[in-house]
């Protein structure tokens, strides 16, 4: 039926409908298959560009924080040697009381201790601080054996929280009896106001 009316058409008509119904063929599959490829190409060859811009900027900020871990953790080594030098109050008061038995412990023997310096404090507070430190003085005058006094000077030197020994000066005993007196000035820095 179909076919008898198409035969019946002179075949210019028939070669143009052929024609038209090829190139909507064409166009249809065009749009069925290709188009979507197509625009999915134009799409990933736009997203490359912004992908390759997070990428560097992911990278850039990766390298920020990576410096700004790598300082923190720099500041917080600071952080905990400071601390490791510092008194509590109350550690401090206990390093007073016990720092006679450590000088005894060593075999030296205290010949004078002034501990009225621990009361002297100089006081470091900065405005946008919130704990200050206090600086506390002890004067002590052992006499020992050398090697006494060298044990005294090493347990000072290793004490946590840490003693600072600002002056340490030897005098040989009168009469030279192989004993030798040390008189030491000691600091040691107590936190206060710590929250």
């Known amino acids: 039926m179909i076919a008898d009316r198409i035969r019946m058409h ?12 090829i190139i909507i063929g064409v ?4 749009g069925w298959v290709l188009s979507p490829h197509v625009s999915y190409l134009h799409a990933m060859q736009r997203l490359g560009s912004v992908v390759d811009r997070v990428t560097e900027e992911k ?3 990766g390298g920020g924080l990576d410096a700004k871990v790598r300082q923190w953790r720099t500041l917080q080594q600071h952080a905990t040697e400071i601390d490791e030098g510092l008194f ?12 006679l038995p450590l000088v005894e412990e060593t075999g030296c023997a205290v010949i004078m201790a002034d501990f009225a310096g621990s009361d002297k404090t100089e006081q470091r507070d900065e405005p946008n601080t ?56 000691l600091t040691t820095y107590v936190v206060s106001n710590r929250k």
């Open 27 to 30: 166009l249809a599959m065009y």
């Open 10 to 21: 002179p075949r210019a008509t028939r070669n143009a409908s052929s024609a038209a119904l």
């Open 130 to 185: 919130p704990v200050a430190i206090a600086a506390s003085y002890l004067n002590l005058e052992a006499s020992g054996q050398p090697d006494q006094i060298v044990a005294l000077l090493e347990r000072l030197e290793s004490h946590r929280p840490k003693v600072w020994i600002d002056s340490c000066r030897f005098e040989f005993s009168k009469g030279y009896s192989g004993r030798m007196d040390c008189v030491l000035v």
């Open 59 to 61: 990278d850039r900020i």
């Open 88 to 99: 509590t109050a109350d550690g401090s008061k206990a390093f007073v009381r016990g720092l």
